[in-house]
């Protein structure tokens, strides 16, 4: 079982940053692949971005690659999503997830859910 709990959302600018953390529980994060995905109002989940077991490979959304990072912490059993340069079209709440398995950008491929943060962004 691994748990998955995501902070660090909130109201920012247009233009603006903000790092999103998801702490997990569980001795099995180190074996997992991490992703983050999204869901505006109204919309399906997207995928945004996803990371290794190791942290060597990283993947990413055509809209977001250059403006967000996604790097993991084993030691700290984290994964974290920093996002710049942000725009209003980025505003939902943010899900991180683990696949015991593999990287994956599809959401039904993947096994343990956060909650989500809210992530607002102002033009």
């Known amino acids: 079982q691994v748990q998955l709990v995501e902070s660090g959302g909130g109201l920012v600018q247009a233009g603006g940053s903000l790092r999103l953390s998801c702490a997990a529980s569980?001795?099995?994060?180190?074996?997992?692949?991490m992703g983050w995905f999204r869901q505006a109002p109204g919309k399906g989940r997207e995928f945004v971005a996803a990371i290794s077991v190791s942290g060597g490979r990283t993947y990413y959304k055509d809209s977001v690659k250059g403006r967000f990072t996604i790097s993991r912490d084993n030691a700290k059993n984290t994964v974290y999503l920093q996002m710049n340069s942000l725009k209003p079209e980025d505003t939902a709440v943010y899900y991180c997830?683990?696949?015991?398995?593999?990287?994956?950008?599809?959401?039904?491929?993947?096994?343990?859910w956060g909650q989500g943060t809210q992530v607002t962004v102002s033009s």
């Open positions: 997830a683990a696949n015991l398995y593999h990287s994956s950008s599809t959401a039904g491929e993947y096994d343990y």
């Open positions: 569980g001795r099995t994060f180190s074996n997992c692949a």
